[in-house]
């Protein structure tokens, strides 16, 4: 009976999808509606399971290939990971991480949980690009480039809607999407409202598994924030500076704050001209009047010690600050 039931459910599932998505509206009806659309005409799913690709498992060693190819993301990732988990894991809630391509990489979960995650599919290997699962939290979010919330029966596929999936796009150093945050929840009576607040800490992690990148991508350049420019109480908007105080890296935020290109490299550009200091600079003023700030702070004010230090004559000092307009 129990058998027949879910499939009366299946049937009834597949069913609106295949209304809701082919309807005159189509795919203006929702975000929900549309990917539903993507799903079945250009990927050539059918909702029921009956046809169209299979599920997609990658063996042992593709899957260490595509780990190893996101070494940098996985290894800023997995404290991050951790905590995630700890956050949510007595809720019989999954994390999980895939590659930009939707293949998972990683997990956490209870080990009580483990046999609901299996059975659905979420596990290291298995593929959940919207070309094979149809709409579902990782699959959706890599294609939209955007954070998600797939609740249940929002699933393309009948066999997935008992999950609810929250989940926010990774952006590398240069911009490019490289992965998927993901938390799946294996409880039946998940509410729409506890996915909310899961969604703002899956996308806060996010953002901070991307800041963690970008600052081991740019190992030995100063990083600083963009002013004014925060996301969920988390700085983001991060820049690479040279020595020469050129811009050299710039997350996926600071580009959008800054009106640079998403994503990819660019030619290294004063940080003076990229922030809207260029009209406060004078030729080589600022870099000489920091050079004499630090002699004379280096000899607690004392002209001459300074002026030795640098290689002048203490009149020429005086000469320099005066030009600079700083005070003896």
């Given at each position: 009976?129990?058998?027949?039931?879910?499939?009366?459910?299946?049937?009834?599932?597949?069913?609106?999808?295949?209304?809701?998505?082919?309807?005159?509206?189509?795919?203006?009806?929702?975000?929900?509606?549309?990917?539903?659309?993507?799903?079945?005409?250009?990927?050539?799913?059918?909702?029921?399971?009956?046809?169209g690709m299979r599920p997609e498992r990658l063996d042992?060693?593709?899957?260490?290939?595509?780990?190893?190819?996101?070494?940098?993301?996985?290894?800023?990732?997995?404290?991050?990971?951790?905590?995630?988990?700890?956050?949510?894991?007595?809720?019989?809630?999954?994390?999980?991480?895939?590659?930009?391509?939707?293949?998972?990489?990683?997990?956490?979960?209870?080990?009580?949980?483990?046999?609901?995650?299996?059975?659905?599919?979420?596990?290291?290997?298995?593929?959940?690009?919207?070309?094979?699962?149809?709409?579902?939290?990782?699959?959706?979010?890599?294609?939209?480039?955007?954070?998600?919330?797939?609740?249940?029966?929002?699933?393309?596929?009948?066999?997935?809607?008992?999950?609810?999936?929250?989940?926010?796009?990774?952006?590398?150093?240069?911009?490019?999407?490289?992965?998927?945050?993901?938390?799946?929840?294996?409880?039946?009576?998940?509410?729409?409202?506890?996915?909310?607040?899961?969604?703002?800490?899956?996308?806060?992690?996010?953002?901070?598994?991307?800041?963690?990148?970008?600052?081991?991508?740019?190992?030995?350049?100063?990083?600083?924030?963009?002013?004014?420019?925060?996301?969920?109480?988390?700085?983001?908007?991060?820049?690479?500076?040279?020595?020469?105080?050129?811009?050299?890296?710039?997350?996926?935020?600071?580009?959008?704050?800054?009106?640079?290109?998403?994503?990819?490299?660019?030619?290294?550009?004063?940080?003076?001209?990229?922030?809207?200091?260029?009209?406060?600079?004078?030729?080589?003023?600022?870099?000489?009047?920091?050079?004499?700030?630090?002699?004379?702070?280096?000899?607690?004010?004392?002209?001459?010690?300074?002026?030795?230090?640098?290689?002048?004559?203490?009149?020429?000092?005086?000469?320099?600050?005066?030009?600079?307009?700083?005070?003896?």
């Amino acid at each position: 009976m129990a058998v027949t039931r879910q499939t009366a459910i299946g049937g009834m599932h597949a069913d609106r999808v295949l209304a809701t998505a082919l309807s005159a509206r189509g795919p203006a009806a929702s975000p929900i509606a549309a990917s539903w659309w993507r799903s079945i005409v250009q990927h050539n799913l059918d909702p029921s399971g009956v046809a169209g690709m299979r599920p997609e498992r990658l063996d042992a060693k593709a899957l260490k290939e595509r780990r190893q190819r996101s070494d940098l993301m996985l290894s800023a990732a997995a404290g991050r990971l951790d905590f995630l988990f700890r956050c949510v894991g007595q809720s019989a809630c999954g994390v999980f991480l895939s590659d930009r391509d939707g293949v998972v990489l990683d997990k956490r979960w209870r080990d009580g949980d483990q046999e609901s995650f299996e059975l659905w599919g979420l596990r290291p290997g298995r593929v959940w690009a919207e070309a094979v699962e149809g709409t579902n939290g990782i699959g959706t979010c890599l294609a939209e480039l955007r954070p998600v919330i797939i609740h249940r029966d929002e699933h393309f596929f009948d066999r997935n809607i008992a999950m609810s999936c929250i989940d926010a796009p990774i952006f590398g150093p240069d911009g490019t999407l490289i992965g998927a945050l993901d938390i799946s929840s294996a409880r039946s009576d998940q509410t729409a409202s506890a996915n909310q607040m899961i969604a703002a800490l899956v996308q806060q992690t996010a953002r901070l598994i991307e800041a963690d990148c970008f600052r081991r991508a740019h190992d030995g350049h100063r990083i600083t924030l963009v002013d004014g420019h925060e996301e969920n109480g988390e700085a983001t908007a991060l820049l690479a500076l040279s020595a020469d105080d050129l811009v050299v890296g710039a997350t996926r935020a600071a580009r959008q704050a800054l009106g640079l290109q998403l994503s990819g490299s660019f030619a290294p550009m004063p940080a003076g001209d990229l922030l809207g200091h260029g009209d406060e600079r004078r030729g080589f003023d600022p870099a000489e009047r920091a050079v004499l700030v630090q002699a004379l702070a280096r000899h607690s004010g004392n002209a001459s010690r300074a002026a030795r230090d640098l290689g002048i004559g203490r009149a020429t000092l005086y000469r320099r600050m005066k030009r600079l307009g700083m005070a003896p």
